[in-house]
C-alpha cells in the first residue's frame, strides 16, 4: 500500500470512528426522547444549575460585546475570569452561538454529541500512530473510549470532556519526541487542553509523566539498569520537559489570574484532616462492578468507584496483554507500572488529593479515572494486533473465570456488605442481579470470540458487541436521570425574562433579590435559581459555582443569608435590613415584581465608627443591630425581642427528637424573624400558627435568617418545631424589626446616597458628604482589582463589613469613579507571551543549525 492509500486509509478509519460515535450517542439520545429528539433535555444536576446559565451568559457577552472583568451578576459582584477559565474557554463552547438563549439545552445536546465525536476521531489517531498498525476494528476501540464509563457517568459535568479529547493527541505528540521529531503536537495540544479547562488539564499534565516513564521502560530492550537508562533518553526527556514547560507559561494568560482569583475562594483550605492522614483505601471491593455494565447511575452520581467501564472486551484483553507470548517483558513491565500508579492513586487518599490540586472534591471524588480507561484501552488494542488466539489454553480457561469472580465479588461486597462506614454508601451503587447476569454471559461469549476464533472471523461479532454494549450502558444512566423539560424550559425561560426586563437597569447599577423563578417548573429536581442573575443578564445576590468568593460568602451568612455550602449563596434568610445594605432595590418572585420599601442606592456616607465595626460570625441579630446603630444610634433597639410566653413539648416515640409549641404575643407590629444556634432544628418542618413555612431544606444545620411573617402588636403568635437538643429553647432567638424606625432611617440616607453607574469596568457615581461621615461604604464586594478615585484624585480603599468596599471621601461633593482591571491578567499575558516566544525561538534556533548542518555535507 503506497504512502497516499495508507493516508487515506487512516482518515477513513478517523471519519468512521467519529461516525460511530455519533450515531451511538444519536441513538441514545432519541431512546431517552432527548432534545432534539423529544421534549427532554439533559439539565439535570450541575448542567441546569450551573452550565446551562454559564453557557447562557457566555453567550450574552459573545453576541453584545458587554463583557466587564467585575461582573455584579456572579452573587453580588466578583472577578468573573476564574467562572471564564474554569467553565467556559472550551472552543466547543462556540457552539451555542447556533441557538437563541432559551434553546441553549438544545446546544449542549449537540455539543455532548460533537466531544464524542472528537474523542473517538482523536483516540483513532493516537492508536493507528502508535502501534503503526491499522485494522478495521481500531474505530471500535476508539467508540469504546468515546463512549467509556467516565464519560457516560459524568456528561453533566460537561467541561470535564475536553481532557478526554486532548489526550490522545498530547500522547501522540510525546511518541514524535521519542521518536526523536520535534515537539510541537505535546506543546500545542497540551497548551490548549490546559487554557480549556486548566483543571483537568493539570491532571492531563500530571499523566503525561507517568506516560513518558512508561515509553522510557518500554524502549528498554537491552535491559539497561535505571541511570543507563536516564542517561540514554536525556535527550528525549529534555526536549520533553522544556515544552511542558513553555506550555505551561504560555497557559499562564488563564492560569495565573485563575489562580489569583480561586485563592480567594473556600479551596485555599480545602481538605480535612482525615484526608490527608492515613492511608485508608478510598474505595472498597465494589470498584469490580465498574468493570461491567450498569454500574453508575442517577444515585451514585456523586459517591462511587472510579468510572471505568470500557467494555468487557477491554478488560478481557487487558488480561489477555499481560500473559501474551508475543509482548514483551518491557511492555508489560511499562504497563503494569502505569496501571499501579493510577489504581493506587485512586486508592490512598493523600495521593488521590495530588490529582485534585489537593483540594477534596466535593462529590465524583475520581476525575482522573478516564485516564485509567485510555491506559486500558490501548493496552487491549496491542493485545488484539498480537492476535489473542496466542495464548495458552490454560490462560484461554483462567481469564474469563477471573473476570467473572471479580464481577460477583463487587456484586456480593454491594448486596451482602454489613460494614457500619460505608452501608449508606454502597446502597447508592447499582447493583442488579440481572445485569450480573448478563455481564457473565458476555464474558463467557467474548472470552469464546477473542481467543478461540481468528480474529478475522470474531471482528464483526466483537464489534458489535462492544457497540451494543456502550450503548446500554449510556442509555441505563440516562434513563435514571430525572431530565428536565425542553418545551417548558424554552416558555418559562421567555416568561421570566419578560419579568426580570421590567426591573433589570440599562445603566443604573443596583441589586434585584429574586426568589421562587418560574424556571424551576421545567425541571423534574428541585431548581432554585443560584446562577438566575448570569442566565438572564441582572444583577442579583445568589450564586452557585466553583469561584465563590468565601469572604464574601462568609459576609452574606453573618447577614443572615442562607449557604448550604463553601460553592452556594441564597436569597433565602434576606430581610429589610440586609436588602438595604446590599442595594437591592426589587424583589422579584414569579411574576411579581415590587419595589424594596429599604432600598437606598449603593452606598451611603458614614462615620469612623462603621469602618471599624467587625461582623461576628453566628451573631446575625446582633450584627444587624450594630451596623444600624452605627449608621445612626437610637436609645431603642432596632430589632426588638421577643419573649415566649407558653412552651409545649412532646418527645417522639421514634428517637430523641421532640416536638415544641411555643406561643408570643409581639410587642411591635412588623416582620418578625428567627434564628437559632441549635444545630438539631430542622428549619423545613417549622410551622407559624398552623402554616408550613417554606424554607430551605436543612439536612445539616445551616443558620440563617428565618422570616416567620409579618405579624401585628399583641396578637399572639404560635410556632411548631422539632430538635433533639436539650436546650432547644435557650437556643431559638426571636426579633421584630421595628419597621417606622428602619423606614426613618432609610428617608434619611437615601437623600444622601450612592447611585452608580456601570460601564467598560468602571462604577462611576457622586455623593454628598456630611458631618463626621468621611468614607463612603458601598455595597461592592472589596477586590484587589478595584482601583478608586474621588475628584480626580487616587484614594486607598478599605475592607469593611466583612468583605465590603470602602472610600475616604474629599469634599463635600464627591464625584467617584471605581476601575476594575483582572488581577494578574497582565502579568499573565506577558508571561504567555515569554513562554510562546521562548518554545519559537528555541524550535527555529534547531531548524537553523539542521539547515546548516545538511548545507555542510
Given at each position: ?664 404575643t409581639p410587642k411591635i407590629s412588623g416582620p418578625l424573624y428567627m434564628d437559632t444556634s441549635d444545630k438539631t432544628l430542622n428549619y423545613s418542618q417549622i410551622m407559624v400558627n398552623g402554616y408550613q413555612l417554606k424554607t430551605m431544606t436543612n439536612r445539616a444545620h ?156
Amino acid at each position: 500500500m503506497n504512502p497516499r492509500q495508507s493516508k487515506a486509509r487512516f482518515v477513513a478509519i478517523m471519519v468512521v470512528a467519529a461516525s460511530l460515535s455519533v450515531i451511538v450517542s444519536i441513538s441514545i439520545l432519541v431512546i431517552n426522547h432527548v432534545t432534539p429528539f423529544g421534549n427532554q433535555n439533559l439539565l439535570v444536576g450541575d448542567m441546569g444549575a450551573q452550565y446551562s446559565p454559564f453557557f447562557t451568559y457566555f453567550r450574552h457577552i459573545l453576541t453584545t460585546g458587554q463583557f466587564t472583568g467585575f461582573s455584579f451578576s456572579g452573587g453580588i459582584g466578583e472577578n468573573i475570569f476564574p467562572l471564564l477559565a474554569y467553565y467556559l474557554l472550551s472552543p466547543f463552547n462556540l457552539i451555542v452561538l447556533l441557538f437563541p438563549a432559551n434553546q441553549i439545552p438544545i446546544a449542549i445536546t449537540w455539543m455532548l454529541v460533537v466531544k464524542i465525536a472528537a474523542m473517538a476521531m482523536t483516540m483513532s489517531f493516537f492508536l493507528g500512530r502508535h502501534f503503526k498498525k491499522l485494522t478495521w476494528l481500531l474505530p471500535i476501540f476508539a467508540v469504546a473510549y468515546s463512549l467509556c464509563g467516565f464519560v457516560a457517568a459524568n456528561f453533566v459535568n460537561i467541561m470535564w470532556l475536553d481532557a478526554l479529547i486532548y489526550l490522545p493527541l498530547i500522547c501522540n505528540g510525546i511518541d514524535r519526541i521519542k521518536a526523536g521529531r520535534n515537539a510541537n503536537q505535546l506543546f500545542i495540544w497540551l497548551t490548549i487542553c490546559i487554557i480549556a479547562n486548566y483543571y483537568i488539564g493539570y491532571m492531563v499534565g500530571l499523566f503525561t509523566l507517568i506516560y513518558v516513564a512508561t515509553a522510557i521502560i518500554n524502549d528498554n530492550d537491552q535491559q539497561l539498569k535505571a541511570f543507563a537508562l536516564l542517561k540514554i533518553n536525556r535527550p528525549f526527556i529534555n526536549r520533553f520537559l522544556f515544552a511542558e514547560i513553555c506550555s505551561g507559561l504560555t497557559s499562564m494568560i488563564v492560569l495565573l489570574p485563575s489562580a489569583l482569583g480561586m485563592m480567594q475562594t473556600a479551596k485555599v483550605n480545602p481538605t480535612t484532616p482525615s484526608a490527608m492522614s492515613g492511608l485508608h483505601p478510598q474505595f472498597g471491593l465494589e470498584i469490580f462492578s465498574q468493570l461491567g455494565l450498569g454500574s453508575d447511575g442517577y444515585t451514585n452520581r456523586l459517591f462511587r468507584a472510579p468510572a471505568v467501564f470500557s467494555s468487557l472486551v477491554v478488560l478481557l484483553l487487558v488480561m489477555v496483554y499481560f500473559v501474551h507470548p508475543k509482548i514483551s517483558q518491557q511492555h508489560k513491565l511499562g504497563a503494569l507500572t502505569t496501571l499501579g500508579v493510577l489504581i493506587l492513586s485512586m486508592l490512598i487518599g493523600p495521593i488521590n488529593l495530588v490529582w485534585h490540586m489537593f483540594n477534596e472534591p466535593s462529590g465524583s471524588p475520581f476525575r482522573y479515572s478516564f485516564l485509567l480507561s485510555f491506559v486500558m484501552i490501548t493496552i487491549a488494542y496491542e493485545a488484539w494486533i498480537a492476535n489473542p488466539n496466542l495464548i495458552k489454553n490454560r490462560f484461554k480457561l483462567s481469564i474469563p473465570l477471573v473476570a467473572i469472580s471479580l464481577l460477583i465479588c463487587g456484586f456480593c461486597f454491594i448486596k451482602f456488605s454489613h460494614f457500619a462506614p460505608i452501608t449508606n454508601y454502597l446502597a447508592l451503587q447499582p447493583n442488579s442481579l440481572r445485569t450480573l447476569l448478563l455481564n457473565i454471559l458476555l464474558i463467557l461469549l467474548l472470552s469464546l470470540l477473542i481467543t478461540v476464533i481468528p480474529p478475522k472471523r470474531a471482528g464483526i461479532f466483537i464489534a458489535s458487541i462492544i457497540l451494543a454494549e456502550m450503548t446500554t450502558n449510556f442509555n441505563d444512566i440516562l434513563t435514571s436521570e430525572p431530565l428536565g423539560n425542553q418545551p417548558s424550559y424554552e416558555s418559562n425561560f421567555s416568561n421570566q425574562a419578560a419579568t426580570l426586563q421590567k426591573a433589570t437597569p440599562k445603566s443604573n447599577l443596583y441589586r434585584i433579590n429574586q426568589s421562587r423563578g418560574q424556571l424551576a417548573r421545567a425541571f423534574q429536581e428541585t431548581y432554585l435559581g443560584y446562577n438566575d442573575p448570569l442566565l438572564f443578564h441582572f444583577n442579583g445576590i445568589q450564586e452557585y459555582s466553583s469561584t465563590l468568593n468565601e469572604s464574601t460568602r462568609q459576609t452574606l451568612k453573618m447577614l443572615g443569608l442562607f449557604s448550604k455550602n463553601q460553592r452556594r449563596i441564597s436569597t433565602a434568610g434576606t430581610s429589610a435590613i440586609s436588602n438595604m445594605l446590599l442595594g437591592a432595590k426589587y424583589n422579584v418572585q414569579n411574576k411579581t415584581v415590587t419595589q424594596n420599601q429599604t432600598y437606598v442606592g449603593m452606598g451611603f456616607p458614614v462615620t469612623n465608627q462603621f469602618i471599624n465595626l467587625r461582623l461576628k460570625p453566628g451573631y446575625i441579630f446582633s450584627n444587624l443591630e450594630n451596623i444600624l446603630q452605627r449608621i445612626r444610634a437610637t436609645k431603642n433597639p432596632y430589632l426588638v425581642k421577643e419573649t415566649i410566653n407558653q412552651v409545649k413539648h412532646s418527645q417522639l416515640a421514634t428517637n430523641s427528637v421532640q416536638t415544641y409549641t411555643i406561643n408570643i404575643t409581639p410587642k411591635i407590629s412588623g416582620p418578625l424573624y428567627m434564628d437559632t444556634s441549635d444545630k438539631t432544628l430542622n428549619y423545613s418542618q417549622i410551622m407559624v400558627n398552623g402554616y408550613q413555612l417554606k424554607t430551605m431544606t436543612n439536612r445539616a444545620h445551616h443558620a440563617y435568617l428565618l422570616k416567620l411573617g409579618t405579624m401585628k402588636r399583641a396578637v399572639p403568635v404560635t410556632i411548631t418545631f422539632k430538635s433533639s437538643a436539650r436546650n432547644a429553647l435557650a437556643l431559638i432567638h426571636l426579633k421584630s424589626l421595628n419597621s417606622p424606625r428602619l423606614n426613618n432611617l432609610v428617608t434619611e440616607l437615601r437623600a444622601y446616597s450612592f447611585q452608580p453607574s456601570y460601564k467598560n469596568n468602571q462604577v462611576r457615581g457622586t455623593v454628598t458628604r456630611l458631618a463626621n461621615h468621611n468614607w463612603l461604604y458601598t455595597a461592592i464586594p472589596y477586590d484587589s482589582g478595584w482601583s478608586a478615585s474621588v475628584n480626580g484624585t487616587t484614594v486607598t480603599s478599605k475592607k469593611v463589613l466583612g468583605n465590603f468596599t470602602a472610600i475616604p471621601l474629599m469634599a463635600r461633593t464627591n464625584h467617584i469613579t471605581f476601575s476594575y482591571h483582572v488581577p494578574g491578567l497582565l502579568l499573565g499575558i506577558i508571561t504567555s507571551m515569554f513562554g510562546l516566544l521562548a518554545y519559537c525561538g528555541d524550535e527555529l534556533i534547531k531548524r537553523l543549525l539542521s539547515d546548516s548542518e545538511t548545507t555542510k555535507h
